[in-house]
C-alpha cells in the first residue's frame, strides 16, 4: 500500500534530521578542541595552562554538555587553581591530563554517534524503493491524460507562477506610511500593532520547546482536517498519530528544527505539485511537501496567523470610520417611548455591521485559534471544538449563506430608506498566485516584522517545485 510505504521515508527523514544536527554538535565541539590546542602550544606553565582549558572549557557550548559528576569536578577544579598559583608544587599536570580526558571521551561519543548514524543511513537506503527517474521533463506538467480544463489551468498558473513580477517595494513602504501614520488614531493604533509583533516574535524566539504533546494534537488534526495533504500522506500521519514512539521521534525532531531554523531549506530535489480537481470543475495546484516539512509549517503558519488576526481585528476596531451620524434628542425620545429606557443598543446598526463583519467576514483565510480548521476558497468543511470551548466559525458553505441573507436584507432596507441601493461584487483571478514576493516583504518588513523571520517567508516562498 503506497501510504504505508511512505512511514519509513517519514521516519528516515526524521533519522536524517537527527544525524544532521549531531554532526553539527560534533563540529563546533571539534573546532573547540582545536582552539584550545592552539592556546596551549603558546602557554607553557602549567597553571595558566590548566585555565586555559577551563576558559575554553566554559566558553564552548558543547563542552557544557557534561554529565553532573564532571560538572562538580570542574567546579572543584577551579577551587584547587587558587591554590595552584601560591603553590608551585601542586600536580597541575594531573588535573589537565583528567581534564584533557574527559574532552577525549567527549570526541568519542561524538564519533560513535556518527558511525551509528551513517549505519543508519546505510540500513535505509538498503530498503529504500527506486526513485522515479530524473530524464522526465520537470518542467511542465505531462498532458497526455489531462483534459481541456486541465490544462487550461496548468497553462495559466505556470504564467503566473514562472513569470517573476519585481514591484517598487520604496513605492509600497511610501504608500504604506501615508496609509498608516497619518497623526491620529490610526499611527497610534498601527504603533501598538508593530508592538505587538514584536512581542510576538521574542515569545517564539525564547520558548525552546514548541512542540509538545498538545502542539502536536492541534498541527496534526489541523493537517488531517485540511485538503494541504494528499491521500497518502493523510493515511501516513493518521497511522503515526496513533504510534506513540514514533511521535516522540517527530515531535524530538521539529524541535531541533524549529531551534535550528535559519538552516532549514527545501529539499534540494524540490517539492512535488499536484493538481487535483475541486469543486465546481475547477482545479488547484497543491505542494506535496516531506510530512515532517508539513508539520513545521503547519506550526508556523498557525501561530503567525493567530497572531495577525488577533493584532489587526485589534487594529480595525480602533480604526474604523463610523457612517452613522449621532441621534438627535427628538429621535432618542422618540426610541425611549417605544421601546423603553435604556433599550437602545451603544453602538446601534452600524456597530452591529462591525461586529459581524470582524466575526464572520474579515481575515477569513486567517485562523483565530489554533484548533480552529483552514476555510478554503471552497471548503465545506465542518468544524469541530476538538474538546476545546471555543467559539465555532462558519463554514465556508454557511458564511456565503448568511452573506446572501444579510445582503439581501440591507437591500431592502437602504431601498425603503434611499430609494435606491447598489451592490458591487469584486474577485481577484488567480490572487495567491499572482501576488509578487517584493510586495509581500515589503509589507512584512513595514509590520515591523524582523529579518530573522523575512529571510525565512522568502525561503518557505522561494520553493523550488518539481513539476510531475
Known amino acids: 500500500m503506497a501510504s504505508m510505504q511512505d512511514l519509513p521515508q517519514t521516519l528516515r527523514s526524521v533519522a536524517a534530521s537527527k544525524a544532521r544536527q549531531v554532526e553539527r554538535q560534533r563540529a563546533r565541539f571539534e573546532g573547540g578542541k582545536q582552539t584550545l590546542q592552539h592556546c596551549l602550544d603558546v602557554e607553557p606553565q602549567g597553571a595558566k595552562r590548566l585555565k586555559v582549558i577551563l576558559d ?74 527506486p526513485e ?41 513602504t511610501a504608500w504604506l506610511d501615508r496609509l498608516l501614520r497619518s ?17 510576538f516574535e521574542k515569545a517564539m524566539t525564547d520558548d525552546k520547546e514548541h512542540f509538545t504533546k498538545a502542539t502536536m494534537n492541534w ?32 515531535t524530538d525532531d521539529l524541535n531541533v528544527r524549529m531551534n535550528t531554523l535559519d538552516r532549514w531549506t527545501w529539499p534540494v530535489k524540490g517539492v512535488p505539485l499536484e493538481l487535483r480537481r475541486q469543486v465546481g470543475s475547477k482545479y488547484r495546484i497543491f505542494h506535496d511537501e516531506d510530512i515532517m516539512d508539513a508539520l513545521l509549517l503547519r506550526y508556523i503558519g498557525v501561530k503567525w496567523s ?28 422618540r426610541r425611549e417611548r417605544h421601546l423603553g429606557v435604556g433599550k437602545e443598543h451603544a453602538s446601534g446598526v452600524d456597530g452591529q455591521r462591525l461586529d459581524t463583519y470582524l466575526s464572520d467576514y474579515f481575515l477569513t483565510q486567517l485562523l483565530k485559534n489554533e484548533w480552529e480548521v483552514d ?28 452573506l ?19 451592490v458591487l461584487q469584486s474577485d481577484f483571478q488567480a490572487f495567491g498566485p499572482s501576488l509578487p514576493h517584493s510586495t509581500i516583504m515589503a509589507v512584512l518588513t513595514f509590520f515591523g516584522v524582523s529579518n530573522p523571520w523575512i529571510q525565512f517567508f522568502r525561503k518557505v516562498l522561494e520553493v523550488p517545485i518539481m513539476l510531475k
Open 183 to 199: 497623526p491620529g488614531s490610526t499611527a497610534k493604533a498601527f504603533d501598538t500593532f508593530k508592538r505587538e509583533i514584536v512581542g
Open 404 to 422: 446572501l441573507q444579510l445582503l439581501v436584507t440591507e437591500a431592502t432596507v437602504t431601498k425603503r430608506l434611499h430609494n435606491e441601493v447598489t
Open 56 to 129: 575554553v572549557y566554559k566558553d564552548s557550548p558543547m563542552m557544557l554538555q557534561t554529565n553532573d559528576s564532571t560538572k562538580t569536578f570542574i567546579v572543584n577544579l577551579e577551587r584547587f587553581m587558587l591554590l595552584a598559583v601560591q603553590d608551585p608544587s601542586a600536580r597541575v599536570s594531573d588535573w589537565e591530563k583528567q581534564l584533557m580526558s574527559i574532552l577525549e571521551a567527549q570526541s568519542l561519543q561524538y564519533d560513535y554517534c556518527a558511525l551509528y548514524a551513517k549505519i543508519m543511513e546505510e540500513w535505509m537506503d538498503s530498503s529504500e524503493e
Open 375 to 402: 476555510r478554503g476558497y471552497d471548503n465545506g468543511v465542518e468544524q469541530e471544538d476538538a474538546g476545546k470551548d471555543l467559539k465555532i466559525r462558519k463554514t465556508a458553505a454557511e458564511q456565503k449563506h448568511s
Open 306 to 333: 493567530v497572531q495577525m488576526c488577533k493584532s489587526l481585528t485589534a487594529f480595525s476596531k480602533a480604526t474604523w470610520l463610523s457612517a452613522a451620524s449621532p441621534i438627535g434628542e427628538e429621535e432618542r425620545l
Open 219 to 250: 498541527c496534526v488534526d489541523g493537517l488531517l482536517r485540511s485538503d494541504l495533504l494528499s491521500d497518502d500522506k493523510r493515511a501516513v500521519l493518521s497511522a503515526m498519530q496513533q504510534d506513540r514512539d514514533a511521535m516522540v521521534d517527530v
Open 132 to 172: 522515479i527517474p530524473d530524464d522526465a521533463d520537470k518542467s511542465t506538467l505531462e498532458t497526455e491524460d489531462l483534459t481541456s480544463s486541465m490544462e487550461e489551468h496548468r497553462k495559466q498558473w505556470e504564467s503566473y507562477v514562472f513569470t517573476a513580477v519585481q514591484t517598487d517595494q520604496m513605492a509600497v
